[in-house]
């Protein structure tokens, strides 16, 4: 499974990409707009946005690209580690079977 996290603080990057390998998504951050956004996120499972951290421009490109794609999307106010793995335990929702990561505890 794939995540798209979109904001956040640039010095959160890695710990960002850690959280989201731990749960077994396979994770591409971008914590500013790039020019090719939208031919780079291309078709996430699930998309977070922290949307105190990011432009409304991104934020709106961001939600046209996840109902294009038919992502699920996650809005945080806040770009804290905790907050993500909140956001990504809310996707996962404890459904362990059919998970590539069923081994990862975190509702067994």
């Known amino acids: 499974m794939s995540v798209v996290i979109v904001g956040g603080n640039e010095r959160m990057i890695a710990q960002y990409k850690t959280i989201c390998k731990d749960f077994g998504y396979k994770p591409k951050v971008f914590a500013k707009m790039t020019t090719d956004f939208k031919r780079k996120i291309g078709t996430p499972d ?8 990011v432009s409304h421009k991104l934020v709106h490109s961001a939600v046209q690209e ?43």
């Open 46 to 53: 699930l998309i977070v946005l922290f949307t105190n951290t």
């Open 66 to 108: 996840a109902s294009k794609r038919n992502s699920d999307i996650i809005r945080c106010h806040s770009s804290s580690s905790c907050a993500l793995k909140k956001a990504l335990e809310m996707h996962c929702n404890g459904n362990c079977e059919g998970c590539p990561s069923a081994a990862c505890g975190k509702f067994n």
